[in-house]
């Protein structure tokens, strides 16, 4: 009878290992990165969020949560997935735009009255932000543009200060435990901008505060895994 209930115990223990192979766990993991330009009439944040996807068996899944214990000890996504949220800043409010499949490459940089920004995920070179979108630009814009590098308009450096009448400053929203406080004046107001990591609680936060208002929140983000449904996997990052 021993042996029995041996080979019953062995054909439901593979019948559970088989299920935990074969059944499927879709998991999603967000961060971003940011910078911000300002003048002295209005400021532009602009926040590149990347989406990892994992597409695991349970018996993988379950191999993933120990291997996350340790540090850098997670697989390699199966997806990617990047879009850029751009915030106009004004002295009264914040206006928010969202273009998909726009990986950020160099930091976004000033020209004259014109803000660019490189695309990885798309054709090379900087494009323009023309209010409500990223456009190519003119002839003209681009020999503006290679003017303003060669006479040393366009710093090289990440953090700049009143450079052509702009500054610039890198925004950590992974891996800072410190938040980031940056004061500016915009058309006679004095405003605060906060940028909170995700790296302690994973909410990740960006705060506009002006004179006698509360903080209006631009922009906010779980940083955290998440677990989907297979139709929302294939949403965010497609069927191929």
Do not use: C
Not at 42 to 48: C, M, R, T
């Amino acid at each position: 009878m021993v042996w029995k209930k041996m080979i019953i115990l062995v054909i439901v223990l593979a019948i559970i290992v088989s299920a935990l192979a074969l059944l499927r766990v879709y998991r999603v993991r967000e961060g971003a990165v940011g910078a911000i330009l300002w003048n002295s009439h209005e400021a532009y944040l602009f926040v590149d969020t990347f989406q990892y996807g994992y597409n695991l068996s349970y018996l993988g899944y379950l191999g993933e949560v120990f291997k996350e214990i340790f540090p850098f000890g997670a697989t390699s996504p199966e997806k990617k997935h990047f879009r850029m949220m751009v915030v106009h800043i004004s002295a009264e409010a914040n206006d928010r735009f969202f273009v998909d499949n726009f990986h950020v490459g160099s930091p976004p940089f000033a020209a004259g009255q014109n803000v660019y920004a490189a695309n990885l995920s798309a054709e090379p070179g900087p494009l323009k932000w023309s209010g409500t979108h990223f456009e190519p630009m003119t002839s003209e814009e681009q020999s503006q543009v290679r003017d303003a590098r060669n006479s040393g308009g366009i710093p090289a450096s990440p953090s700049y200060d009143n450079i052509g009448g702009w500054s610039r400053r890198m925004l950590d929203l992974v891996s800072s435990e410190n938040d980031t406080k940056i004061t500016m004046e915009i058309d006679g107001k004095q405003l605060a901008v906060l940028a909170h990591s995700g790296e302690r609680d994973h909410e990740a936060y960006i705060d506009v505060t002006r004179p006698g208002r509360p903080p209006d929140r631009a922009w906010q983000l779980n940083e955290g895994f998440q677990r989907v449904n297979k139709a929302t996997y294939k949403q965010i990052f497609g069927d191929n």
